[in-house]
T-cell receptor, first 111, second 116 residues
Framework: GQSLEQPSEVTAVEGAIVQINCTYQ??????LSWYQQHDGGAPTFLSY????GLEETGRFSSFLSRSDSYGYLLLQELQMKDSASYFC????????????FGKGTRLHILP | GAVVSQHPSRVICKSGTSVKIECRSL??????MFWYRQFPKQSLMLMAT?????????EQGVEKDKFLINHASLTLSTLTVTSAHPEDSSFYIC????????????FGEGSRLTVL
């Protein structure tokens, strides 16, 4: 089976940096993705790691260590609009394999 | 970029009726689509994988006779909630993998179902 663990809530201050960790257990592994979801909306894609290392996309970066079954999402220069839920997700060995989501981390940003 | 469109965005129905939700890939062909269900403040739970031209693959615990999935073309998958009950009220979201295999899922806008 597949399971993902991430913190349920994180609080940070506007302008700061926050890291959201994700550990996973899977029977096969294609890659680790991160999604953002605002209340009432659909998830939107943030980042993907298929190989070990750091991927940077603007203020957001994501890291993967396949040997440790661990990854994280790093958000820099936090803005109030970043208040949302963040989900890590893993896929199977092939591109069209099902993708399973973690329970999500609710990010609260204080002014 | 590629877009997935889902309709309707909101639907209210009476208990015992059936509701159909459509999911379309607008500018790419999707041989596979995923249907998720999300309760308030919870995660996205995979219900089934919709495969064009073949039967859907349902996750354990999901009733295939209650949640009918049809993927008749490369751009359309439908989810029909049959004989809906109040406990079926939820946010249903479809998604499709990007054609380029970048690990990204394109999500539809979601459909909020309320069963009275």
């Amino acid at each position: 089976g597949q399971s993902l663990e991430q913190p349920s809530e994180v609080t940070a201050v506007e302008g700061a940096i926050v890291q959201i960790n994700c550990t996973y257990q899977t029977s096969g592994f294609y890659g680790l993705s991160w999604y953002q979801q605002h209340d009432g909306g659909a998830p939107t894609f943030l980042s993907y790691n298929g190989l070990d290392g750091l991927e940077e996309t603007g203020r957001f970066s994501s890291f993967l260590s396949r040997s440790d079954s661990y990854g994280y999402l790093l958000l820099q220069e936090l803005q109030m609009k970043d208040s949302a839920s963040y989900f890590c997700a893993v896929g199977g060995e092939n591109r069209d394999d099902k993708i399973i989501f973690g329970k999500g981390t609710r990010l609260h940003i204080l002014p | 970029g590629a877009v997935v469109s889902q309709h309707p965005s909101r639907v209210i129905c009476k208990s015992g009726t059936s509701v159909k939700i459509e999911c379309r890939s607008l500018d790419f062909q999707a041989t596979t689509m995923f249907w998720y269900r999300q309760f308030p403040k919870q995660s996205l739970m995979l219900m089934a994988t919709s495969n064009e031209g073949s039967k859907a693959t349902y996750e354990q615990g999901v009733e295939k006779d209650k949640f009918l999935i049809n993927h008749a073309s490369l751009t359309l998958s439908t989810l029909t909630v049959t004989s809906a009950h109040p406990e079926d009220s939820s946010f249903y979201i479809c998604s499709a993998p990007t054609p380029g295999g970048t690990g990204e899922l394109f999500f539809g806008e979601g459909s909020r179902l309320t069963v009275l």
